[in-house]
């Protein structure tokens, strides 16, 4: 029974994914998944401290969180942690000039960046930018350096659009770092210090925050490694094989976001 | 001095690489390296048993020996051991059913094979079919199976055209790997039963046997693990740090496939 959830006490803060637990993306800008608008606002009168953790890079978190209002949700810019910020951050402060691989809406996450005579490539989920030219041109500043520098917004294997699955960066990043042989750093969740930046908006030690997602090796695995709990919900990308995972094993499995907050709320 | 190339003596046969030793390829054809046309005619009046070991798939063998014969070179289909025949026969025997991701050019190879309902992907060196789209279908096609099984025609990394280098197959082969969770079987080089399936169309034993290559993976390291000498060229795709590659030193590199040629003819 609920009452049993030893999983959902002392919370004071929630991360959640989005795409894949708020809603389902599509080229038609996506669909809220059942419950989970109400949800969000049931966590926010909760006093429960929340922000939310994506590795989203198809567009600016302006763009982004205007889509998510756009479909009722209550969210805002300052409460997104988002990969491309903290990679404008990493390349500021190495001195780096990316050669961009990335979908055109996020451009402008970057427009303070020098991006002249590039000395590293940054990969994002670029979509239908992953033309063939286009990785051929990566490829060749890559191939090109002394010391190839290739940095990854995340590093996904695919997400669930509603016209079904598609390949996400981490596919296109393999392929780079296998033709050049080099290993990408990775900027997003399953990096640590991507989890603890988010944990630092909140003001939330991980002990005290759940992370629920729909990934099972980014969502889940990367936030048990950052020392907090985490909850797979069974929408989004969710395969039922998910959990039969070799290595990785969340703290609880639930229906959706809706459920989570059911258990969680009543826990407090 | 040449006398002393101990690595030349004894040989009945020779396998070369075609892109990068015998020709450069690009948009255009591609244009023969200097040298290289006299060099199989020599090869070929010297009574040396001669076969042409590619891991071309832009093209079937009959497109590929037609555009080769157009620049000058003395080669036949019989004498061209490539991954797409090979693919087929392994096809046949396991009745699988392919969904292609490969050069238009090169779908006449399997004009015989059963592609309704696939059950496995062939992919090749697709090029400009490298495709989001397609990428991202042959995906859904593997992800889709209880078992996946993706069939490469080659895992080269990258390859030299008259404009620059270019990804090959084995990057976009790596990309479904990771998305699928899978490995790929590899038909071509470095595959050990490529190279016997090319020594035994000599009818020469691997010891008995020269490959020149410009891949330090593909060509030297896979001729050798099959018990050959094998030489690097400084052509193609040849760059000066394969000089250190950490696992494998070719037998002896050349200046280009002239070059050797001289040299192993000096020896008879």
Chains 1, 2 share one sequence.
Request: proline share 4%.
């Amino acid at each position: 029974g609920r009452e049993m959830a030893a999983w959902a006490r002392a919370v004071r803060g929630l991360l959640l994914d989005v795409s894949g637990v708020l809603y389902d993306s599509g080229g038609d800008g996506g669909v809220p998944i059942a419950g989970s608008v109400e949800a969000v606002r049931r966590i926010k009168a909760s006093g429960l401290k929340l922000q939310f953790c994506t590795n989203e890079t198809q567009a600016t978190r302006e763009g982004f969180v205007k889509k998510l209002q756009g479909m009722g949700f209550d969210i805002s810019v300052a409460e997104v942690t988002a990969p491309a910020p903290a990679a404008c951050r990493i390349l500021k402060e190495r001195n780096l000039r990316p050669h961009l691989l990335v979908h055109n809406d996020l451009v402008p996450e970057f427009a303070e960046i020098d991006k002249t005579n590039p000395n590293c490539v940054v990969i994002g989920d670029a979509a239908e930018n992953f033309t063939y030219g286009n990785l051929n041109e990566a490829f060749r500043v890559l191939i090109g350096m002394e010391k190839p520098v290739l940095i990854s917004l995340g590093k996904g294997r695919y997400y669930k659009e509603t016209d079904g699955l598609k390949l996400d960066v981490g596919a296109y990043m393999k392929a780079l770092e296998y033709a050049c042989d080099v290993q990408a750093e990775v900027v997003g969740k399953p990096a640590k210090t991507f989890f603890e930046a988010a944990l630092a908006e909140m003001g939330v030690a991980p002990q005290q925050a759940i992370m629920i997602g729909d990934d099972i090796v980014n969502d889940v695995g990367g936030a048990q490694q950052c020392g907090m709990r985490a909850l797979q919900v069974r929408t989004g990308k969710y395969r039922p094989c998910d959990e039969k995972h070799p290595h990785v094993k969340p703290d609880a499995y639930v229906n959706n976001l809706a459920e989570a907050v059911d258990i969680i709320l009543q826990q407090l």
